[in-house]
């Protein structure tokens, strides 16, 4: 019983873990880098991380939240006009472990709804908040018609304001084939302080392009040759 609840314990948060349904972590590509935002957008950080995006010619996905898409339609609508793809994140961001199918539905509904509205863009993928998962989740993601679930093979845990340095220290594991964990917007509330991220890839898009690295997006990942699942495992807090 215990060796069940430690297993069911670790498929839940580890991006690694298949216990909950296979997904997404690599671009299954050795030449490609996937950039992933996450909780945006944010009318503080976004328009400012585009601009940079664009300026490197790195295309990005936004896993966006439903009720931050709502507080500002017209920067989702930028997002997707500027080329990037936007990715379900949820409505409320709240954790999918115990989150029955039904609320789990609404969640995603709801974000789909406003992605849309928005930004006419139906997303492909799906994020779950803080990357934590739960047995009702691969059903609904079926049901409503996703390619998937998506997670990441490098984070940059940059979930809480800090410099820059730290950031950009982290982000030296990055490299050819990885989809990165990163945010451009905070979920517990509209305008958060991810200036670091940004600064963090000012330093960073130049020698990833030097390096010889294309920017895809996770909508242009072959999921077959991603094998929807890598070795490495972290845990995001």
């Known amino acids: 019983m215990l060796g069940g609840a430690a297993v069911a314990a670790w498929g839940a948060v580890y991006p690694g873990a298949q216990v909950f349904g296979r997904t997404l ?40 939240m439903g009720s931050h898409v709502r507080a500002f339609p017209a920067l989702a609508r930028e997002i997707a006009a500027r080329g990037h793809a936007i990715g379900n994140h949820t409505e409320t961001h709240p954790s999918l472990i115990f989150l029955p199918a039904r609320k789990l539905h609404d969640e995603l509904s709801r974000c789909d709804e406003a992605i ?39 984070l940059a845990r940059d979930w809480r304001p800090q410099a820059a340095e730290p950031v950009i220290r982290r982000l030296r594991r990055a490299g050819g084939g990885d989809i990165v964990l990163l945010h451009d917007g905070d979920h517990r509330m509209t305008e958060g302080d991810r200036q670091h991220t940004v600064a963090a890839l000012a330093y960073w898009l130049p020698r990833w392009k030097d390096a010889g ?3 895809v997006t996770v909508d242009e990942i072959d999921p077959s040759r991603a094998g929807l699942r890598d070795a490495s495992s972290e845990k995001v807090n």
């Not at 664009?54 to 295309?59: D, L, W």
């Open 116 to 154: 849309q509205s928005a930004a006419a863009y139906r997303p492909r993928w799906m994020r779950p908040p803080f990357g934590f998962r739960g047995p009702a989740l691969s059903g609904v993601v079926h049901r409503l018609g996703y390619s998937g679930v998506a997670m990441w093979s490098k």
């Open 25 to 64: 972590r690599i671009t299954g590509d050795g030449a490609t880098l996937a950039l992933t935002f996450d909780d945006g957008p944010n009318p503080a950080v976004t328009p400012g991380l585009l601009e940079l995006l664009e300026r490197h010619g790195a295309r990005a996905t936004f896993f966006l």
């Open 213 to 215: 690295l294309e920017f």
